[in-house]
């Protein structure tokens, strides 16, 4: 079973990366409605939160102010966005946290000049993030098949040894 899913996972690589991407980039256009910590939509916040924990913005690299959150209801019916008071969130500017987002740099959130907000996609950081946990993943995964493959032969063993002493007691019986 676990050897079937590491040939699936280096088979489907692309295929599920790419679904990912795209999911999550449905996941902020449907979900991202304000650039705080504190508005009601809890994937919004956690959006938020992810900003700044990864030192990531957007889905995707944020090159200029056309960006990920264009189609996001912040930038289309409601929020500073929408407001042409920001481009990005606050939260995606460099050296913010949940206590110093609120006075992020006007010339990162509004202006989007360049080396004052988080350029790097959320996608690549999580990726990055994932892959940096691979080793132990993956020797997680090895250690389990051994053991797995040592119980197999080790049963094996057990049933070979049951089975010569009950011929060897049968054959007693019958002299």
Known sequence: MKIAVIILWFTMKNTVENEVKDK??????DNYKE??????NSISNAWNYMFMTLDCCGVNPVVSTKNDFDSTYWCTDDGSCHGAVSNIPKTCCLNVDENTYTTA??????????????TKGCYDALKE?????????IGVMVTVIVIEVLAVIFAFWVCCQVGDKS????????T
């Open 24 to 29: 999550l980039i449905v996941s902020l256009k």
């Open 35 to 40: 650039d705080t910590l504190t508005n009601r």
């Open 105 to 118: 740099p006007t010339a990162c959130h509004s202006s989007v000049h360049t080396g004052t907000y988080n």
């Open 129 to 137: 993030k994932l892959l940096s946990q691979s080793p132990s993943i």
């Open 167 to 174: 011929a060897n007691i049968s054959d007693v019986a019958k």
